[in-house]
């Protein structure tokens, strides 16, 4: 079954839905804490660490080796739920640093990866997680002059392959599927099983709304309105 990740960093959306009792981590990146203009990262970070407890929390920094390195070792000490973003960097740095941080027992999350290739690789260093962003393949297949049906299909058969390929090779990398814009995003990822979506608030606000529930609903109170009226009263029961 896959699981739900928030992908927020606002503190009133975290506490909104960790109330529905789905979620079971969050995701962050620089775009999301940018929203929350005027906070401090560190203060912030800490106050999602401690409302995600015991969850996992991904909390990206820069994207140099030194300075990855530097701010993993940082963050650790935030909280027991950190999990270093690392991004999948064309000099092979980011493998790197996801190595390194492995062998201290440091749990990572390989990002913006857009092939298999690439999760093949994040896995190979030691990564807890590999983060596939689904409209950003689509984007790019549509970039290469890609039809938008071969292009969602690209995305979708490489979150299937990657899948198939985690559990081939009995790694224990979970797979956590990103960047999403519509409801009808998740109908489609979920056809294809991965580990993990992570959804941001606006777009979980309205995968429980349904035009057709809601009239069923009405339907169903105006029929219990009109039970009401013309139920039988009991008797009342004598003491």
Not at 178 to 205: A, C, H, K
Not at 208 to 222: A, E, G, I, R, S
Request: glycine fraction near 4%.
């Amino acid at each position: 079954m896959s699981e739900i990740f928030l992908d927020s960093a606002n503190l009133l959306d975290i506490e909104e839905i960790s109330r529905w009792g789905i979620i079971t981590g969050l995701t962050t990146n620089q775009k999301i804490f940018l929203n929350e203009k005027g906070c401090n990262f560190e203060e912030q970070a800490k106050k999602i660490l401690k409302m995600m407890r015991p969850f996992p929390v991904s909390l990206e920094g820069p994207n140099d080796l030194d300075g990855i390195l530097q701010a993993a070792i940082k963050y650790v000490d935030w909280g027991d739920n950190v999990v270093i973003k690392i991004p999948m960097l064309p000099n092979g740095d980011g493998l790197r640093a996801v190595k390194a941080l492995s062998m201290l027992n440091i749990s990572t999350n390989v990002t913006a990866c857009m092939t298999l290739n690439q999760a093949f690789l994040a896995s190979k260093a030691g990564a807890a997680y590999v983060s596939l962003f689904y409209n950003r393949m689509i984007d790019w297949m549509i970039k290469q002059k890609k039809p938008h049906d071969v292009a969602i299909r690209y995305a979708l058969d490489t979150i299937q392959y990657t899948m198939e390929m985690l559990e081939r090779e009995e790694s224990e990398t979970q797979l956590i599927v990103g960047s999403i814009r519509e409801p009808d995003d998740v109908n489609q990822i979920l056809s294809v099983y991965p580990d993990i979506i992570t959804i941001p608030t606006s777009i979980l606000r309205k995968m429980p709304q349904n035009d057709m529930t809601d009239k069923t609903l009405k339907d169903f109170d105006d029929a219990w309105k009109e039970f009401c009226k013309a139920e039988k009263k009991s008797d009342e029961v004598k003491t």
